[in-house]
Antibody, heavy 118, light 107 residues
């Protein structure tokens, strides 16, 4: 069965950096685009970034553009999110999710919490 | 960016009731509209894609309709396990955007 497991969350000071990982299993990772979506405490869902199956196209929300970088290693079945210049408003649970090829998110991980605080 | 507006923001209904949630897009998105639900402390789960297609494994009491700017999610007979927050999401263009959510509670 499809499994997505995020890791790398934690507490970081404003201006700091963090790299999230998402380990995928149960499907052919190299055939699917992947997303990061976040959810601030008590708030709704916010799409963060997308990467095409081969890594050649990437899209970002304006709120993270220039600070966050999405990448993938198909040999390791792993998705990444490098987060730099973190702000308090980046505090959220970060989910990775699989794309069906139509920007529909059909499987989600359990999420990893990122807290930006001094 | 395409704005997605859901209504109501919350509702309370009894087991067996028919429940309807509405989602409106700020511009036409054809049928590029998806529905998810999220139980407390859990990840979102895909229910409906392309406005009206039921995701595999999702109970048939869930259905979706609409096109253009106005969409509806219907639960034909509310069950206790349907207590969750429901989100619509447009897949017409980036940035992908979600509605603000509708919290469904069981009376």
């Amino acid at each position: 069965q499809v499994q997505l497991v995020e890791s790398g969350g934690g507490v970081v000071q404003p201006g700091g950096s963090l790299r999230l990982s998402c380990a995928a299993s149960g499907f052919t990772f190299s055939k699917n685009g992947m997303h990061w979506v976040r959810q601030a405490p008590g708030k709704g869902l916010e799409w963060v970034a997308f990467i095409r199956f081969d890594g050649k196209n990437k899209y970002y929300a304006d709120s993270v553009k220039g600070r966050f970088t999405i990448s993938r290693d198909n040999s390791k079945n792993t998705l990444y999110l490098q987060m730099n210049s973190l702000r308090a408003e980046d505090t959220a649970v970060y989910y990775c999710a699989r794309d069906t090829s139509s920007w529909v998110l059909d499987y989600w991980g359990q999420g990893t919490l990122v807290t930006v605080s001094s | 960016d395409i704005q997605m507006t859901q209504s109501p923001s919350s509702l309370s209904a009894s087991v067996g009731d028919r429940v309807t949630i509405t989602c409106r897009a700020s511009e036409g998105i054809n049928t590029y509209l998806n529905w998810y639900h999220q139980r407390p402390g859990k990840a979102p789960n895909l229910l409906i894609y392309a406005a009206s297609s039921l995701q595999s494994g999702v109970p048939s009491r869930f259905s979706g309709s609409g096109s253009g700017t106005d969409f509806t999610l219907t639960i034909s007979s509310l069950q206790p396990e349907d207590s969750a927050t429901y989100y619509c999401q447009q897949s017409y263009s980036t940035p992908l955007t979600f509605g603000g959510g509708t919290k469904v509670e069981i009376k």
